[in-house]
């Protein structure tokens, strides 16, 4: 089992810049695909990006590709989602989580373990 404890979050003006960190303990984050995901007020919960148990492979929704990018360093038992160019539209709880399958999944319903989710708020 892994816990989960995201960080980072805030109100930041469009177009600026925000990283949220997932810090994991009780097992190696190594041993896991991890993945970003956000949630608004109203919506349903959406994948947001994805990386791999070696970092070697990031997927992304097509509305961040180019904007954000997700990245782990295991030594640290870390992921991060650096957000750059941010847009009202971003604005939402975001949570990282922990899957054990062998390939990289979207659906949030297929991840083991979640973080409590940290806020992040964009103003026009």
């Known amino acids: 089992q892994v816990q989960l404890v995201e960080s980072g979050g805030g109100l930041v003006q469009a177009g600026g810049s925000l990283r949220l960190s997932c810090a994991a303990s009780?097992?190696?984050?190594?041993?896991?695909?991890m993945g970003w995901f956000r949630q608004a007020p109203g919506k349903e919960r959406e994948f947001v990006a994805a990386i791999s148990k070696s970092g070697g492979s990031t997927f992304y929704v097509d509305s961040v590709k180019g904007r954000f990018t997700i990245s782990r360093d295991n030594a640290k038992n870390t992921i991060y989602l650096q957000m750059n160019s941010l847009k009202p539209e971003d604005t939402a709880v975001y949570s990282c989580?922990?899957?054990?399958?062998?390939?990289?999944?979207?659906?949030?319903?297929?991840?083991?373990?979640w973080g409590q989710g940290t806020q992040v708020t964009v103003s026009s």
């Open positions: 009780g097992r190696t984050l190594s041993s896991y695909n």
């Open positions: 989580a922990a899957d054990l399958a062998i390939v990289v999944q979207r659906n949030p319903a297929l991840y083991d373990y």
